[in-house]
């Protein structure tokens, strides 16, 4: 079957159907920006947590040795014999 529409009709709808699949892609991109968003905001909550944990960390053992004080030796697990 042939195409017996004019070379201008035939712009007009390639023009139509590329803005249409364009508008499409815009909204996609605009979901992933979203959700890249939403996955970063835990990950940056998480890394400052661990800065600040390390942190204090880190002046725990600079006070600690600086009054002196010995860290507590890590005990032994029990060892637990079954006589049957």
């Known amino acids: 079957m042939a195409d017996t529409r ?14 249409h699949f364009q508008a ?12 890249a968003r939403e996955r970063a905001a835990p ?3 998480t890394a400052k947590l661990r800065a600040l944990r390390l942190a204090k960390e ?6 600690s040795t600086s009054t ?4 507590p030796k890590a005990r ?4 637990i014999v079954v006589k049957g």
């Open 6 to 19: 004019s070379p201008a009709e035939r712009n007009i709808a390639r023009t139509r159907a590329q803005n």
């Open 76 to 79: 032994k697990p029990r060892r």
């Open 24 to 35: 499409a892609e815009r909204r996609d991109q605009l979901v992933r920006d979203e959700l």
């Open 58 to 63: 880190e002046a725990d053992r600079a006070s």
């Open 68 to 71: 002196g004080e010995v860290a």
């Open 43 to 45: 990950d940056a909550k």
